[in-house]
């Protein structure tokens, strides 16, 4: 059994990430990109699928760990009866190569340790050649794939596992390199591991130093920042929404999606969170990634694109994994890229347009871009469509993508006006009136007195949350103040947001999955523009409080269970806490909030 999704801490280069858990094992590693097979699989199975650990061989009294200020170098502690050692995680800013360094360092005692490394390429199901080079490295070739383990402790094989047993003394340190190359090519260079440790730290401990933020919970928004930048594949600037694929948004469920993938409708909330701390170097590598990506005709554009833009994201099965906990099936690739989702055009435009307000400069190209998805925009804003949560049965008019549709025509108007560009006005606007016209009329339920998920439904749904934060009505709206009510109503679990209403599974005696995590934050984004800023501080307060002791945080969060849930760690979850973050500290202050820069 995997450890829980909060017992795992995140290590990365940014082109790829792993999961170390509490044990000492990092049970999930996909070389060389985010997007690539796994070779450490146990996140999804069992050890024989692919883990490494560096651990004391004997009982472990006492285990805590901490990522070293602030950076992504991770440090667990492990306390036995025989002394104390730190088990020093990291991987170092790609170079030629890319490398996962374990360094042991010894704190008191003398302690016993243990190294189990399992490589299974292919997630979990090819077990490579393994032989020993000339200069007493492991190497490890499968396919295209090739890995190297450099250590001055001897190894052997055993049962299909590379062990190896030693002893840790005070003030010793003794490393682990192994790095990964194309089997193709010749054996990559040798590292210096304490010379990678310095340049690390150096490296995160210059890029956290940039950021501009000094409101309350700084140091949950600059870990957030960190995560956000280590899930952002550097050569291209995209960012994954995740670095793992099916962990169950419940658990044991069939609910199991790769988000290994880069999503358009994060953009604009991502670009507000990096901005306003300060990363607009990151904020225009997201920007020219949605640009290149979205290239070509707006009818062609998707939901989501690979790290690098890529378009076909098919999706097929690990059936020969069992899956965290049991949760099958395990997918690869993500089928919902081929959907029709109308929202993600007013992401496209509503991002080009925030870019353009914090006067900073865009691509020429950019408003011809937009002119074209709009005039696409203008044929397509009416159909069924499978909506913000990616619906996989019958397409239905979302009230939340009418809505971004809204937002585009909304947007194109507003930066034509602001900053002097040509385009049909009179019809973008004849277009945004009929739009919020059609949506009150349909996708508003007097009786409850509320906006409901889709036309016609009755059923409450958290994207609606969203409405005053993208400026379609104020948050004084008594239908907005209506809407709110209703989701405190019937959408809470403990003091967190549901997503999907849970009276839409009549039969179930509790929702199909956790609490959604970004929207507690959405709603406490909109307890702000309203003015109640206690309720959104608690609220705020919640959330965090459920975000493991790295201060990472899932997709959602299981209260029943007081267990993170879905994949880890979470973009959507991050960004949206550095947002609120911001919102609630620059509350206080005579700044404008994100939630208002979006809304105005």
Not at 50 to 68: F, L, N, T
Not at 245 to 257: D, I, Q
Not at 488 to 501: A, K, Q, Y
Request: contains cysteine; aromatic residues 10%; glycine residues 8%.
């Amino acid at each position: 059994m995997s450890c829980r999704i909060e017992d795992y801490g995140l290590i990365g280069d940014c082109e790829t990430a792993a999961l170390v858990g509490r044990d000492g094992s990092i049970d999930w590693l996909c070389w060389p990109a985010f997007d690539s097979d796994a070779c450490f699989a146990a996140l999804l199975g069992t050890h024989e699928h692919g883990r490494w650990q560096i651990a004391p061989s004997g009982d472990v009294e006492k285990c805590s760990r901490r990522y070293r200020g602030d950076t992504l170098i991770l440090e667990t502690r492990f306390q036995t009866a025989d002394g104390a050692v730190t088990l020093i995680d990291f991987m170092p800013p790609r170079g030629k190569a890319s490398d996962v360094v374990r360094l042991i360092r010894g704190e008191t005692g003398r302690v016993k340790m243990r190294m189990a490394l399992i490589i299974r390429f292919g997630f979990g199901r090819d077990i490579p050649w393994v032989k020993r080079t000339e200069d007493g490295a492991l190497l490890a070739i499968c396919g295209p794939d090739m890995t190297v383990l450099r250590t001055p402790v001897e190894t052997r094989g055993e049962h299909m596992t590379t062990v190896a047993d030693f002893e840790v003394n005070v003030g010793e340190i003794i490393p682990f390199v192994l790095t990964y190359g194309p089997s193709h090519l010749p054996l990559p260079e040798p590292i210096d591991p304490e010379q990678a440790l310095r340049d690390t730290e150096d490296f995160w401990s210059e890029w956290s130093g940039r950021c501009t933020y000094e409101g309350d919970n700084r140091s949950l928004v600059i870990r957030s920042l960190i995560t956000l930048k280590a899930l952002t594949y550097a050569p291209t600037g995209g960012i994954v929404a995740a670095p793992t694929t099916s962990l169950p948004e419940k658990l044991g469920g069939a609910r199991n999606w790769d988000y290994r993938f880069c999503w358009l409708r994060d953009a604009t909330f991502t670009l507000l969170a990096l901005m306003n701390s300060g990363y607009t170097e990151e904020a225009l590598a997201w920007h020219n990634w949605l640009l290149r990506s979205v290239a070509g005709s707006p009818a062609d554009m998707q939901i989501m694109y690979g790290i690098a833009g890529q378009r076909r994201l098919l999706e097929w099965e690990a059936a020969w994994l069992p899956g965290y906990g049991g949760a099958q099936p395990v997918r690869v690739g993500n089928a919902a890229h081929a959907q029709l989702q109308l929202d993600v055009y007013g992401e496209l435009i509503d991002a080009f347009h925030q870019w353009r307000t914090a006067k900073l400069e865009l691509d020429q190209g950019t408003w011809a871009l937009e002119c074209t998805v709009l005039q696409h925009l203008a044929k397509m804003w009416d159909k069924p469509d499978h909506g913000i949560w990616e619906r996989r049965g019958e397409a239905k008019h979302y009230v939340s993508s009418k809505v971004m549709t809204w937002v585009a025509f909304d947007r194109g108007i507003k930066s034509a006006e602001r900053f002097g560009l040509e385009g049909p006005l009179d019809r973008w606007k004849m277009l945004r009136d009929h739009i919020c016209r059609d949506v009150c009329d349909k996708g508003f339920d007097p009786q409850q007195n509320a906006f409901v998920e889709f036309y016609g439904s009755r059923l409450l749904d958290a994207s609606v949350l969203l409405l005053p934060s993208v400026g379609f009505l104020p948050a004084t709206d008594p239908r907005v103040k209506g809407t709110l009510d209703a989701i405190e109503r019937h959408m809470m679990r403990d003091g967190f947001v549901l997503r999907h209403d849970p009276r839409e599974s009549s039969d179930e005696q509790q929702p199909i999955e956790g609490a959604f995590l970004a929207c507690s934050l959405w709603l406490a984004d909109a307890y702000v523009l309203s003015g109640e800023i206690d309720k959104a501080q608690k609220l705020f307060d919640r959330v965090v409080a459920v975000a493991n002791d790295l201060g990472l945080l899932a997709e959602e969060f299981d209260s029943g269970e007081g267990r993170q849930t879905g994949n880890f760690p979470q973009a959507l979850t991050h960004i949206a806490l550095i947002n609120t973050a911001h919102n609630l500290s620059d509350a206080k202050k005579p700044v404008e909030k994100p939630v208002v820069q979006r809304a105005s």
